[in-house]
């Protein structure tokens, strides 16, 4: 077998060195009652033409061919090849945590970068070195808000992406936490009245995401005084990150939780991601996930380490501020990789092209018959349209056409049937929009 | 080579009484088995804490140390000196790197803790065990 | 240097900066196609207030600096294909690079998690293909694969857990876990609502069993086992261990840590696990990337699989599908169905093996235990019963010269190796936790020993040269002590 280094000879040779008799001795300590006495019913082996071939077939049952329109938390933006080809270097792939610092100031000075990175665009003084994903980031800072206030409740928009609400409460279920929705009006935008009147002196927190998953960009200014002025925290979910390209930062925030999947990571049908939690100085030792900080040797050279350890597992064990062990390293490098090639024009220059595509493609809708737009708050490269029919029905006939098109929202929010969500990048072009038009046009056309 | 001016715990604290204010810290032996000290972790002013009771942690940077009061009562000032200079605690453990100061609910308490001439004995123990 | 250091020799390695460091107004990496549909007036559609003003201190520099800047620094790194990592519980082993090409195929890599099912026939055959390949190996049920790591799955286990003996009228109380147990398992049982008891270990090193059937009561929901241990040992009693539990009530989890050693060998629900995580990232050679990302599939028995996490993938003549009508779910433990990229690598690396697995963890066995039997002599073995995958000495002897396990794993790497697992098991002083995985040679394992011999040579007339190494890095040890003090956790301009 190719990924095994060792001739029958050599394995002999290292058996009766080790001082065995037989390949069976190695396993002597497992009770003869539960040693396997059949091969596994597994497929394989496969060779590298086949492995290829059996994956080209599984690609070929996909999408591949379809123009699609989904955003809803996961983005498709160009990713470019010269990432992928540094991504692939086997000092990045093939390394392992950077416990080591004297053997891994690659990896630790590139987390540093991305910590860096990530500050600039959420405006915010610290960051770390990603999570899992942003619904898992989303549900860390929750709890962090809560070991900061020392309160229970907490106050989350339904604005915010149905699938982030879901992992909170699974974990929210067993530390006492209580989560409690508040609505949107119908700008899409988190409804202000309905916080005011939940907010009182034990909520931890008040949750948000912006752009929200609807699109539309939250009022943050209006809903940090709210939290702040009830002595809880604003915690902001991101999960198009092209946004922070030309949205205003949410500064007032005193936790955001991101994802950075638009930054070079594909779809990859839903993971890996990469998740970050960006704070405030003052509540970084409250804050989970690996940390690298910038240090010298005994010579004065610098060098970067991982850094206040005591908050994580393998020493805290069960004080620790979360259980989390590994985090995206490879995931946070590539977005690092391509944010430095994208630089502060190229991110600009992205994030407009973004807004111009939207806005081009909500105008383009707008001129169907009976089709308009269903929030009236200001979005930035997803927005969700009314239809006079049924989304599924329009998406079906789409579909004939090899187009994935809106996704109706009717699945997450009962109360929004005939609504459906549309996304556009940089890398929609203007034919696949008219293509889109022109395909509900039709669609609508088609007698019930 | 411990003073004899105070009392101390199984745990390596040690209390220095002035009336029935009783000040708190960590002895010589307990900074040294933790290291360079990065960070402490103080209670509130007010805060009640029972004997035995964890009130703080002081963190190297491989490990995190539970402090606990050797006395029952409320905590009347914590060392502010502590926040940025942390490493007070290897550097004079005994003197300027004091933890708290709490006020006794029940100073007969102090009569149950080791004095200098048991606590040296028992670390001198607990030296054994290890290299054992 | 030593001409006993084979490995390593000199190198001239390039110097770097941070990037923000080269950056310049103007210069940029990346050029997008022009605009083919009218500008927008930023202002007007997002609210003035809304606008930004560029990023401050974002990198400005051309794809050639980019380019050189992260060779650069890749070039500081160690990694598994310059050689062996011996990491205790960490299975460093071999990263295919086929599962890196068929992860970025046309078809897998841009799928969106909310295309049709119709479009998605390719994802879930993946999907369903590794599930039922993880169910074979592990002994179990059921699987799933939504987790994103390691420490994700283990909470997922236990609030599996909690919601079956919730529905048997009583969720308990704590959870027992070994003092040998990984930082993650303590951790993990607070996050579940639990409270945590330890439990301590016999002088062989496995569980102590008159203590556990003492300590086994109605208030305990679960214990948490490695199997083997952190030790590398096979818990013999494993079955006595799992009747006691279920005799109480009280369910088994197994940490699958350590599975190398015993995928294709023995499987855990034939020895009494009710439920397990694996970690793709080490059994199934998915790429570590400097510290993630990994999977943590949790397989289980049947009666924990109405609790699953939602969606399950189901099939019916011949699609396959999401079914989300689950009501005893405990619901999401993340957005979407898990790390897909990691479980198609994890998929391709078991279709090259097939059941030729068997092969690779008795490769593991095997190496563990020649490293054993080759350093027995020179370092103290606190537990001498036969190991598995992995082994674990003290560093006793050389404590006496006053050299350290941390000292001699930094000496290590003048060595060309990148040091084991130190400090770790905390129930062995000083512990050296060595797993060489199947992925290395005999040529790699006789170096290594090679090179342990020669530093306990050195520690015992040298030891100087031992307790100052590295001596041959690019930079010497850190002040961890002032990072951690004064924490400098991003460069400002």
């Known amino acids: 077998m190719r990924y095994l280094p060792k001739s029958d000879s050599e394995r002999l040779e290292m058996l009766h060195a080790a001082g065995f008799d037989s390949f069976d001795q190695l396993f002597q300590a497992i009770p003869e009652a539960f040693r396997l006495k059949r091969p596994l019913a597994v497929p394989g082996p496969l060779s590298e033409m086949e492995i290829i071939e059996y994956f080209r077939g599984r690609a070929a049952e996909n999408s591949r061919g379809y123009t699609s329109f989904l955003g809803a938390g996961v983005y498709h933006h160009h990713r470019s090849v010269v990432a992928d080809a540094l991504l692939q270097r086997g000092e990045f792939l093939t390394s392992y945590t950077p416990y080591q610092a004297e053997i891994s100031q690659g990896t630790l000075q590139a987390i540093f970068e991305f910590q860096t990175l990530m500050c600039q665009l959420t405006g915010q003084e610290v960051a770390n070195a990603s999570m899992y994903d942003g619904s898992t980031a989303l549900t860390e800072a929750v709890l962090m808000a809560e070991r900061l206030t020392g309160r229970q409740r907490v106050l989350i928009a339904r604005s915010v992406h149905p699938e982030y609400r879901q992992v909170l409460g699974t974990y929210a279920k067993n530390t006492g936490l209580r989560v409690e929705e508040f609505g949107f009006t119908p700008s899409g935008q988190a409804d202000l009245d309905q916080v005011r009147k939940a907010a009182g002196d034990q909520v931890a927190a008040v949750v948000v995401q912006s752009p929200n998953f609807f699109g539309v960009l939250e009022q943050i200014p209006a809903l940090a005084e709210i939290a702040h002025g009830c002595g809880a925290l604003l915690v902001v979910g991101i999960a198009e990150a092209v946004s922070l390209g030309i949205a205003r930062p949410p500064a007032d925030a005193d936790i955001i939780a991101m994802e950075a999947q638009s930054f070079g990571l594909p779809p990859s049908y839903g993971g890996p991601y990469a998740g970050v939690i960006a704070t405030k100085d003052k509540f970084v030792r409250q804050m989970p996930g690996r940390l690298a900080g910038q240090t010298t040797d005994h010579q004065g050279r610098r060098g970067f380490v991982l850094t206040l350890a005591t908050r994580e597992q393998h020493i805290r064990r069960e004080k620790a501020t979360s259980n989390i062990c590994t985090n995206q390293a490879l995931c946070a490098l590539a977005a690092t990789i391509h944010l430095c090639l994208l630089g502060k024009q190229g991110l600009r220059e992205q994030a407009e092209q973004n807004v111009a595509k939207a806005q081009f493609a909500r105008a383009q809708l707008e001129t169907i018959p009976g089709v308009r737009r269903a929030f009236s708050g200001p979005v930035f490269n997803e927005f969700v349209m009314e239809f006079p029919r049924s989304v599924k029905m329009i998406d079906a006939d789409l579909l004939k056409n090899k187009i994935i098109g809106p996704m109706a929202l009717g699945r997450f929010y009962p109360e929004l049937t005939k609504r459906g969500l549309v996304c556009v990048t940089e890398t929609t072009t203007r034919d696949e929009i008219t293509r889109l038009v022109e395909g509900i046009d039709r669609a609508l056309k088609v007698p019930v | 080579m411990y003073p004899t001016d105070r009392r101390y715990t199984k745990e390596h604290e040690w209390i220095k009484l002035d009336g029935a204010t009783g000040t708190v810290g960590i002895t010589d032996y307990a900074q040294h088995e933790l290291g360079d000290v990065v960070f402490v972790e103080l209670p509130k002013i007010g805060a009640k804490i029972a004997a035995g009771q964890s009130f703080g942690t002081v963190e190297s940077v491989k490990a995190v140390s539970e402090i606990y009061s050797p006395v029952t009562g409320e905590v009347a000032e914590t060392n502010a000196v502590l926040g940025n200079e942390p490493e007070k605690i290897n550097q004079d453990p005994h003197g300027a790197a004091w933890l708290i100061k709490i006020k006794l609910a029940n100073p007969s308490e102090v009569n149950s803790l080791m004095d200098a001439a048991a606590y040296q004995a028992y670390i001198a123990e607990k030296q054994k065990e290890t290299s054992a | ?51 930004r003003a560029g990023v401050d201190g974002f990198p400005e520099v051309s794809e050639i600096e980019v380019v ?271 790390n897909f990229g990691v479980l198609v690598r994890a998929l391709a690396y078991a279709l090259a093996y097939g059941p030729g697995m068997r092969q690779a963890s008795e490769d593991a066995v095997l190496n563990a235990n020649y490293i054993r039997k080759m350093l027995e002599d020179v370092y103290e073995l606190p537990y001498k019963l036969p190991c598995m995958h992995e082994v674990v000495f003290s560093d006793a002897r050389q404590k006496k010269n006053g050299v350290s396990t941390m000292d001699i794993a930094k000496r290590l790497i003048d060595y060309g190796f990148h040091p084991y697992t130190t400090a770790f098991p905390l129930i062995v002083h000083g512990a050296l936790m060595i797993e060489p995985t199947e992925s290395e040679s005999k040529e790699e394992c006789d170096q290594f020993i090679d090179a342990m011999r020669s530093i306990a040579e050195e520690s015992a007339t040298t030891p100087e040269l031992v307790k100052t190494a590295p001596h041959t890095t690019r930079v010497g040890r850190l002040d961890e002590v002032s990072a951690a003090r004064k924490p400098i956790l991003r460069w400002k301009p």
């Open chain 3, 68 to 338: 050189r800047h992260f060779t650069r620094i890749s070039t500081w790194n160690y990694a598994i294909d310059y050689g062996m990592y011996p990491l205790g519980s960490c299975t460093m082993k071999y990263n295919p690079r086929v599962n890196e090409f068929v992860a970025r195929l046309d078809g897998i890599a841009d799928e969106h998690p909310y295309q049709p099912v119709e479009l998605s026939q390719g994802c879930l055959r993946i999907l369903k293909t590794l599930e039922n390949i993880l169910i074979e190996v592990t002994g179990m049920d059921a699987v799933t694969l939504q987790p994103a790591a390691g420490a994700q799955g283990e909470l997922t286990g236990l609030l599996l857990i909690r919601a079956y003996l919730e529905s048997q009228g009583n969720p308990r109380k704590k959870v027992l876990i070994p003092d040998s147990a990984h930082g993650t398992n303590p951790a993990t049982a607070v996050i579940a609502g639990y409270a945590v008891e330890n439990v301590k270990s016999d002088t062989n090193g496995g569980i102590d069993m008159a203590r556990l059937a003492a300590i086994v009561t109605e208030d305990v929901a679960a214990l948490m086992i490695t199997n083997p241990n952190t030790l590398g040992i096979f818990e013999r009693n494993i079955s006595e261990i799992a009747k006691i539990l279920h005799a109480r009530g009280a369910l088994l989890y197994m940490d699958g840590a350590n599975m190398n050693a015993l995928a294709g060998i023995a499987r855990p629900g034939d020895f009494g696990v009710d439920v397990m995580h694996l970690n793709l990232h080490k059994t199934f050679s998915t790429p570590h990337g400097g510290g993630g990302p990994g999977a943590g599939p949790v397989a289980m028995k049947k009666i924990l699989e109405p609790y699953m996490p939602t969606p399950v993938v189901v099939e019916k003549d011949g699609k396959l599908a999401y079914d989300y009508n689950r009501p005893k779910s405990i619901g999401r433990v993340k957005a979407f169905y898990g």
């Open chain 3, 1 to 51: 240097m030593s001409d006993r250091i084979k490995k390593a020799g000199r190198h001239v390695s390039q110097h770097e900066g941070l990037i923000f460091e080269k950056s310049s107004p103007g210069k940029r990496g990346m050029e997008l196609p022009p605009l083919d549909v009218p500008a927008a007036d930023v202002a007007k559609a997002l609210g003035a207030e809304n606008v």
